[in-house]
T-cell receptor, first 110, second 111 residues
Framework: SQTIHQWPATLVQPVGSPLSLECTVE??????LYWYRQAAGRGLQLLFY??????ISSEVPQNLSASRPQDRQFILSSKKLLLSDSGFYLC?????????FGSGTQLSVL | KNEVEQSPQNLTAQEGEFITINCSYS?????LHWLQQHPGGGIVSLFM???GKKKHGRLIATINIQEKHSSLHITASHPRDSAVYIC?????????????FGKGTLLTVNP
């Protein structure tokens, strides 16, 4: 079956600390991969998407970066977190008409 | 102006009622999605539409491309349907799953 794993579920980090969120997909190959952020009271915003290994497109200038070291692995990173990076981060994958979301990571930057 | 507008923002219903959530968009699209987000944040894709109507159990989704409008209907609503329902569109000129999202409709179904 096709599944998507995202961790951790919650994370509290101090301002200026690094970040690494990981997402892995099972049961499919060569998926499109996505990182979204959902700020409180706002809709989902696309941060990054990837159509293949090493191919990353950024939608919004920001303090974050993404990498895809393997076909089914997508990583969201930051060298130094800002308060404004707080939010709910969702990983997703798609192939054809299939679209699946991870369970999300609630990030609080203090 | 947001490219995807949903109404209502909040909706409270009694168990058994027929529910309609609306979505309007202002640009050409290749597809429209209805998503369900439960407390705790997980999102499930309910439908992907490019024309016409789709039905799955008690859920029905319709789209009118000319009017740039879609509706999600829930028949015989149940408390377990309580969730945020999100409309999202794939823009016609964009890659297939670069979705633009509405802000969601919070549905509460009371027993």
């Amino acid at each position: 079956s096709q599944t998507i794993h995202q961790w951790p579920a919650t994370l509290v980090q101090p301002v200026g600390s690094p970040l690494s969120l990981e997402c892995t997909v099972e049961g499919t190959s060569n998926p499109n991969l996505y990182w979204y952020r959902q700020a409180a009271g706002r809709g989902l915003q696309l941060l990054f998407y990837s159509v293949g290994i090493g191919q990353i497109s950024s939608e919004v200038p920001q303090n974050l970066s993404a990498s895809r070291p393997q076909d089914r692995q997508f990583i969201l990173s930051s060298k130094k977190l800002l308060l404004s990076d707080s939010g709910f981060y969702l990983c997703a994958w798609s192939r054809g008409e299939k679209l699946f979301f991870g369970s999300g990571t609630q990030l609080s930057v203090l | 102006k947001n490219e995807v507008e949903q109404s209502p923002q909040n909706l409270t219903a009694q168990e058994g009622e027929f529910i309609t959530i609306n979505c309007s968009y202002s640009v050409g699209i290749s597809a429209l999605h209805w998503l369900q987000q439960h407390p705790g944040g997980g999102i499930v894709s309910l439908f992907m539409l490019s024309s016409g109507k789709k039905k799955h159990g008690r859920l029905i989704a319709t789209i009118n491309i000319q009017e740039k409008h879609s509706s999600l209907h829930i028949t015989a609503s149940h408390p377990r349907d309580s969730a945020v329902y999100i409309c999202a569109v794939s823009l016609a000129e964009g890659s297939n799953y670069k979705l633009t999202f509405g802000k969601g409709t919070l549905l509460t179904v009371n027993p």
